[in-house]
């Protein structure tokens, strides 16, 4: 069945490193998309990969590896806005997109 | 004003009320999408509309009506909701749809409380 799993929820310290992971299984493969949703807000497009390998867009950067169905978002250098909900979402082989749950990132000074 | 735009912010009605939630977008976009989102759950697609046509309707009561007079403008008629329909509504729009790298732009909500 079509699933995505991605950690509820994860803290951090402002300045680390965080890595937030994301599995799926679904219906056929058409790129994976992060979102970043602040508390009360819309969620904003992040990066959307089609492509194995690492991208980098400044303090984020996107992985993806098709053949083992998973992905993660990287944050460098944490800053305090940084602390939202982080969504993955895939889409399928008909191009509907199948979400996660999200990740509430939390960061502590 | 520019993007998506969602009105009301925050909506509380009775179980026998009859509300519509308003939403605008400014990119000149083709697709329009409503969402379901409740707290720790995945979002939840309800509708979409390309070009004004109804492509999706993923098995949405139909206490939820869409109407989509336009391709700037989307509404969604609720009446007779449940308790259990309480949750933020989504909208989005996006350049095409059906297409991979279906970049959606979302408003901000509709925050829905059904006494």
């Known amino acids: 069945g079509q699933n995505i799993d991605q950690p509820t929820e994860m803290t951090a310290t402002e300045g680390a490193i965080v890595q937030i992971n994301c599995t799926y299984q679904t219906s056929g493969f058409n790129g994976l998309f992060w979102y970043q949703q602040h508390a009360g807000e819309a969620p904003t497009f992040l990066s959307y990969t089609v492509l194995d390998g690492l991208e980098e867009k400044g303090r984020f950067s996107s992985f993806l590896s098709r053949s083992k169905g998973y992905s993660y978002l990287l944050l460098k250098e944490l800053q305090m806005k940084d602390s939202a909900s982080y969504l993955c979402a895939v889409s399928e082989s008909n191009y509907q997109l199948i979400w996660g749950a999200g990740t509430k990132l939390i960061i502590k000074p | 004003e520019t993007g998506v735009t969602q009105t009301p912010r925050h909506l509380v009605m009775g179980m026998t009320n009859k509300k519509s939630l308003k939403c605008e977008q400014h990119?000149?976009?083709?697709?329009m999408y409503w969402y379901k989102q409740s707290a720790k759950k995945p979002l939840e697609l309800m509708f979409v509309y390309s070009l004004e046509e109804r492509v999706e309707n993923n098995s949405v009561p139909s206490r939820f009506s869409p109407e989509c007079p336009n391709s700037s403008h989307l509404f969604l008629h609720l009446h007779t909701l449940q308790p259990e329909d309480s949750a933020l509504y989504l909208c989005a729009s996006s350049q095409d749809y059906g297409t991979g790298a279906n970049v959606l732009t979302f408003g901000a909500g509709s925050r829905l409380t059904v006494l």
């Open positions: 990119l000149g976009h083709n697709a």
